[in-house]
Structure formats: structure tokens, C-alpha cells
């Protein structure tokens, strides 16, 4: 009896012995893994590893695992992948290189968490004051441009050299005389051959550089009132007050033409590619074009033995 229970109790020490050695090693505060990889097609992503059960058995005391010892179809994922955020998979059968870089405890991944969102949160804040520069300067240059559209406006035709108005009083744009009736002009006559210049377009035609001139502040004129108009309007929609320029002792002088909107509505100033493609002015000392009849070939004779066609009257029967 005795015998026996020495063997029964040799028996539990040896099992317990068993499951000791079959217990995975003491936690070690762990709770994920730093992991590098690298495709067969050379690409290189790095990543965390949270700790699993199926994970602790890959990765624990490991520093570099040969992906062809591991089941080809079984996925690996990677968290906060190359710093983005944001999860890649693989497949072990993908997989040229596997490195675990380090361990990670809790606090390791609270103070990379802790340090993606600190710089995540200097970049928001050095966005927002760019845009708010940028919006500062934006109404800066708004209130410039309401500036010197109300000083345009309020000299208006009163600004032009007298000699230069009177050639806006004699073709006024508001009655077609706009800068791109030359280039029709030239096509009407040259081109389709269907008109000729009366004496008023090409008296217009002769003096069309003075007129021009009158022409270009006119239009920074006429560009400052839509200007104000559209500010009273966006206004009005947003129930804001219009914006109220600067007295007139404290404004900016009235610019002349910029040559971006000089470009922009003279064709004679338009970018090389442009010009190169604009029909050439018209010469108005040159004789006009000569008419000629459209060519109409004769019909051939009929040939010997051929009897002549039928003429039928329209609406006749058989």
C-alpha cells in the first residue's frame, strides 16, 4: 500500500513537472512587437504587431524569422504601417524578410501614441495660422482693389484726356466698338469676302490706336464698377455691410492698363502662340479684293449614239 502511494505521488510530481515546462515564460510586460518586413517585389514596410496568442508564439525572443518556415497563406498585419495610420496585410508566402526591430510595453506604445499625436497636432496648428495669413492677406489685397476701384470710379470719364474721350464719344464700346470688331472686320472682307468697311469703320479703322488708348481706360473704369457692384453683392447675400473704401484724400492714384488685362482684351498684345494664330490687321489703303466667280465646269459632250435624257416635268406620271 505504501509502494503504491509512493508511485502515485511520483507519478503527479513528474506530470506537474510537465506542464511547468509546456507554460510559456513569465510575461515580460509585452503587449507588442516592432516589426520590419520586406516583400519579394523589394518594398519595405515596417509597422507594430499588437500580442496575441498566435503572435507571442511567432515573435517572442525572435529577431529575425525566415518567412518560408511559416505557412504561406497565413496573414501578418501591420499596424500604424511606415507611420501612417492605418493597417497593411501580408501573406507569409509574400514575404522575402521578417525582423522583429523591438519588444513593446504599454508605456513604448503610449509614448509613440503620445508623440504621433504631438506632432500630428503642430501640424494642424502650423496649417491653421498659414491660412490665417493667407486669409489676412487675401482681405488685404480686397480692400486694395475696392480702394482703387472706387477712385477709378469716382473720376471716371473725367480722368480721360479730353482729346481721348471724344474718340469714345464717336464709338462708344457700349455700341460694338470693342477692340475684337477689327479681327471681324478683316474677316468679313478678306476672308469671307462678304463686306466692306463703310466710312465710319474705317475712319475707326484709320485712328484705331487713339481710340484704343480712350478704349483701355474706359475698361479699367467699367471693371471697377462690376468690381463694386460684385463686393455689394456677396455682401448683401452674407447680410454683412458693404465695404466702405478710404475718403478720397487718403486712396491710392488710379492705375493705368495692367498689361495682364491689357492682354487679356487687346490683340494686338496677346501671348506669341496667340498672335501667331490672329488673322493680320487690315491695310485700310488697300485696294479691295477682286470678286471672282466661283468656277463651274462645263458639262461634257455626250458621245456619238447616246440619245439624250428624258426631261421629266416635276409632278408628271408615266
Known sequence: MIARAAY???????SGALVRAALPAEDDGTVAWSVAVVTKSGAEFSGIVPRTERTAKLFDEAEEIDPASLPPGETLSLDHFNGLNGSIGFTFGELAKLKVVAPLT????????????????ARLEAEAARLELVTEQRAARAKQELERAAAKVEAGLQNIPEELRAWLDEFPPEEGWVPAKKSQLYY????LNTHTPTPEERRWLDNFEPWKAAYDLWLEI?????????????????GEPAAQPLPASERPEPSGTSGSDAAATDPDKLPPEEAAQQPPPIDPDAPEPKKIAPHVPEPAPLKKGVPEPVKVKEGGGS
Open 8 to 14: 502515485v505521488l511520483s507519478i503527479l510530481i513528474l
Open 222 to 238: 467699367e471693371k471697377a464698377k462690376r468690381l463694386l457692384e460684385e463686393e455689394a453683392a456677396r455682401a448683401a447675400a452674407a
Open 106 to 121: 504599454a508605456d513604448d506604445v503610449k509614448s509613440r501614441d503620445d508623440s504621433r499625436a504631438a506632432a500630428k497636432k
Open 188 to 191: 468679313q472682307q478678306v476672308v
